[in-house]
């Protein structure tokens, strides 16, 4: 289930930049607006899980409905080639998608003894399965047209069919009464009295407007750069995942959440720097150190944020305060980073005789940087979060990654 979940997510997510602006034609905007489409989702689902999945429905058969309705919609995205038809249906997609995320991490911890041993040995499929659809993408070519986009659709119809086999698990809140409050999450806003708990907030979500500019772009800039099967050198940025994923628990001992959240910032800011001044030449190992430096990215400002809320909320309050911050981060910031990204490559493009538009990409690169790098000073200053007893990653539920 969870190889299947992420190889639809990474077979067409990666690429679309570049089948987008090369064989489409789409402008920066148009690009960065089809990469919102997943944050529009990702304010949606919990509102979707809280008062549908959870109350009504199996999710194993939920998961299988969305997946097979997933899987035809994409397939008819793939057709599309105005921004006008596709754009509308891709937001329908992504609203179709986003919602599993949560229900096959909710079906694995529903269905184990000890989540805290098992869930990571059953999720690192997933990021296994992201790999094995980038290097698939990459070795056959396919970057530059709508064939990654089939290829999840016919995926994604395989894990639906393949969902009613999973164990039978009944919602979670069935038969009690719908408190809005609930689905909401608005007991989570009584956090913002505290100061730090306010910072770190603001700051997730600003930091995300220049993070988006990686997850948009970064497929169409290798490519335009010369880069041969960039799709395929992406997925390196899953492998150093995977293995600071392992150094998080003795690095938040050690070094505390303040810290670990400034290292994540500052590799932003240098990944981005990396990207300004690398090339395919001499110095293409910028490129690949941008690539590399991913797992620090994430791992050590996602993750580590994720652990920060959780030692912050009471256990009443837990929940509804993770979802505050996925739709204040993945949500709210990521989709207006996508526009101001799209606005920044445009501002940045000279378009040729044939349509296809060339960037100055050194440029681009310099402004999410200097961005990054802003925001890491003002958090060093301003985030002072009490003392908290370290928490080990695997007493916690993993947060979504975010696509590379």
């Known amino acids: 289930m969870m190889f299947l979940q992420y190889f639809v997510w990474g077979a067409w997510y990666v690429t679309m930049g570049t089948y987008l602006g090369t064989t489409l034609k789409f402008d920066g905007t148009q690009i960065g607006l089809a990469y919102g489409s997943t944050a529009i989702a990702a304010m949606v689902s919990p509102f979707f899980v809280g008062m549908i999945a959870d109350r009504f429905f199996p999710t194993e058969r939920i998961i299988a409905l969305l997946h097979i309705a997933g899987g035809v919609v994409l397939y008819l995205v793939s057709t599309m080639t105005t921004f006008g038809r596709f754009y509308p249906l891709l937001i329908l997609y992504a609203l179709l998608f986003m919602p599993t995320l949560a229900l096959t991490n909710s079906i694995s911890f529903d269905n184990m003894a000890d989540s805290a041993k098992e869930f990571p040995k059953v999720r690192v499929l997933g990021t296994i399965g992201w790999i094995v659809a980038g290097l698939a993408v990459g070795k056959l ?201 799209g606005r920044v490559v445009d501002a940045y493009a000279t378009v040729g005789a044939n349509g296809v538009a060339t960037h100055d990409w050194r440029s681009i690169w310099l402004v999410p940087a200097a961005g990054a790098a802003i925001i890491l000073v003002v958090f060093a200053v301003l985030f002072r979060p009490a003392p908290a007893a370290p928490v080990e990653i695997g007493e916690q539920p993993m947060p979504e990654p975010l696509p590379l």
């Open 141 to 341: 070519g396919l970057e530059a047209s709508s064939a990654p986009m089939k290829i999840a659709a016919a995926a994604s119809i395989v894990l639906g069919l393949y969902s009613f086999m999973l164990p039978h698990t009944p919602p979670h809140t069935g038969g009690k009464p719908l408190s809005v409050r609930d689905v909401l999450g608005l007991d989570a806003l009584s956090l913002i009295k505290d100061r730090s708990f306010a910072v770190f907030l603001l700051g997730s979500f600003v930091l995300c407007i220049p993070l988006q500019f990686y997850y948009a772009f970064t497929n169409l800039f290798l490519n335009e750069t010369g880069m041969t099967a960039a799709v395929s050198k992406m997925t390196l940025g899953q492998v150093s995942e995977m293995g600071f994923m392992l150094l998080l628990p003795l690095a938040l001992v050690r070094l505390g959440v303040k810290k670990i959240m400034l290292i994540g910032m500052a590799a932003w800011t240098l990944r981005y720097v990396m990207f300004a001044l690398g090339n395919t030449g001499s110095l293409v190992w910028m490129l690949y150190l941008g690539i590399l430096l991913h797992g620090v990215c994430y791992d050590f400002f996602f993750v580590t944020g994720q652990i920060y809320v959780d030692q912050t909320a009471g256990l009443r309050i837990r929940a509804a305060a993770q979802g505050l911050i996925a739709f204040v981060t993945l949500g709210v910031g990521l989709f207006i980073g996508s526009w101001a990204s």
